[in-house]
């Protein structure tokens, strides 16, 4: 026989248990020292003290029990005792400004920072606006890098520069950010503030670039890639930039009066072709450029004009910072047609070289000046094919260029090539493509740069 239904006020109480269970008891009383900048559910994790200032980093759990809680975490701060701001994140110490402050984002600020600070006694906001959606920070430094007392760095393709107090915004012009490469990490500053030297890479740098403070610039300059040390007295992971800069670099001026800068340590001097170098040996082949308004540079140089090298650059259209013999030159056995500074696919800046010959006779010449000056060098296109028809070089590049590793991903993709025709050189420092271009010619670029040995991928 069928059971009647329980009534609905049984049902109602029988519920009771559960839902106490899914939205939680009441809310928390809030413990401790600092209960009473608390709210119901709300417990403190961590407390920091910046001058007058203390940081509470406060974890609050909802209402709804174990089946719908959910947990936020955010900072709540307090100036001698009393609550300046109930509900900010990322909050970093600034300090280096002589006197003690806190900073964090605006929420949905598009690059603004707000700043407390102690002036006579108070506690004071500043809205700083950086005029920038992010700059490339890191876990430790979101809220730029200290580069000297009372000046923090944001890098972003040239960057915005802070000071304080009182707080002054000064936004760098840019650097390049094309197919040339990007060159904008704040490396020097002129003797008179007038212009900044910019590198591609902080960890890494491997070309420079001198930029005016009206946005003027000089010719970009490719350079062996350096690894800037840290030191004990870095005030952030940026100088180690800067020190580089300063112990490798001279400032000087051009003909036109305009500021340049100058390796401390000038280009080898011999019978041996510049423009080879680049593709033979890059610690020392990149200590020749070919800038035609740094005087550090190798004469003989001019940049082209649009329209010239017509089989070469169609429509008339010539890529930025391309540049030709002024008298007749030779590179691997063939007439120089023009040699470009352009951004390479593993990062950082090379050089693409046309040359007027075929390109299996510059595939020879080419392999032929690397077996007279002994240089190891494996050659992709040679290495045996698994069965995705992508080369396998892991045997080879053991063997001959004692990489026991496989290189690491980034690497690892510029040499994942399969060529229909030309060729493909690694050598020690750099490698190498060779293929065939317009109107007969012959490409010869700069397919990647590494210190030797290069970035290996971990086991």
């Not at 930029?211 to 100088?239: F, I, N, T, Y």
């Amino acid at each position: 026989m069928q059971r009647p239904a329980a009534p609905a006020h049984h049902l109602a109480a029988l519920l009771v248990p559960f839902m106490l269970a899914a939205c939680g008891a009441p809310a928390t009383a809030p413990s401790g020292p600092y209960a009473r900048y608390l709210k119901g559910d709300e417990s403190v994790r961590k407390v920091s003290e910046e001058g007058p200032f203390t940081l509470l980093d406060i974890e609050y759990r909802s209402c709804c029990g174990y089946l719908f809680s959910a947990q936020l975490d955010y900072q709540r701060i307090l100036y001698r005792g009393k609550v300046v701001a109930k509900k900010v994140e990322r909050v970093e110490p600034f300090r280096g400004f002589g006197r003690p402050a806190l900073v964090w984002p605006v929420p949905l600020g598009d690059g603004k920072l707000q700043v407390l600070s102690e002036h006579q006694g108070k506690a004071v906001f500043d809205t700083i606006d950086l005029g920038l959606y992010s700059h490339d920070g890191e876990d430790g430094y979101y809220h730029g890098y200290p580069i000297a007392p009372g000046v923090r760095y944001f890098p972003r393709n040239g960057g915005v520069l802070l000071s304080a107090f009182p707080i002054r915004v000064r936004k760098l012009p840019a650097g390049l950010d094309c197919c040339t490469g990007h060159i904008g990490q704040l490396a020097g500053t002129a003797p008179d503030g007038s212009a900044y030297a910019y590198a591609d890479s902080r960890k890494e740098p491997g070309a420079m670039l001198v930029v005016d403070a009206d946005g003027g610039m000089r010719e970009p300059v490719p350079l062996p890639v350096a690894q800037p040390a840290p030191a004990p007295q870095d005030l952030s992971p940026h100088s180690p930039l800067l020190r580089w800069f300063e112990t490798s670099f001279t400032w000087t001026k051009n003909v036109q009066g305009k500021w340049n800068v100058a390796p401390l340590a000038g280009a080898p001097q011999g019978r041996r072709a510049p423009v080879e170098e680049l593709f033979l040996d890059v610690p020392s082949g990149y200590r020749h450029c070919f800038a035609t308004d740094n005087a550090s540079c190798q004469p003989g140089w001019r940049l082209l004009r649009e329209g010239e090298l017509a089989t070469i650059f169609k429509n008339g259209y010539v890529p930025p910072y391309t540049y030709v013999p002024s008298q007749p030159t030779q590179a691997f056995g063939a007439p120089v047609g023009a040699l470009m500074v352009s951004r390479i696919g593993y990062g950082g800046t090379g050089y693409y070289l046309y040359v007027e010959d075929s390109a299996d006779k510059v595939v020879a010449a080419f392999a032929r000046r690397l077996r007279e000056r002994r240089v190891p060098f494996v050659r992709i296109d040679e290495c045996p094919r698994n069965t995705h028809g992508t080369p396998d070089c892991a045997a080879p590049l053991r063997d001959q260029l004692g990489w026991q590793r496989d290189p690491d991903y980034s690497l690892e993709n510029a040499l994942r090539w399969r060529p229909d025709d030309g060729a493909m050189f690694v050598l020690p420092t750099v490698a190498v493509r060779i293929v065939a271009a317009e109107g007969g010619t012959t490409l010869i670029g700069t397919a990647a740069r590494y210190p030797s040995p290069p970035p290996l991928r971990e086991k």
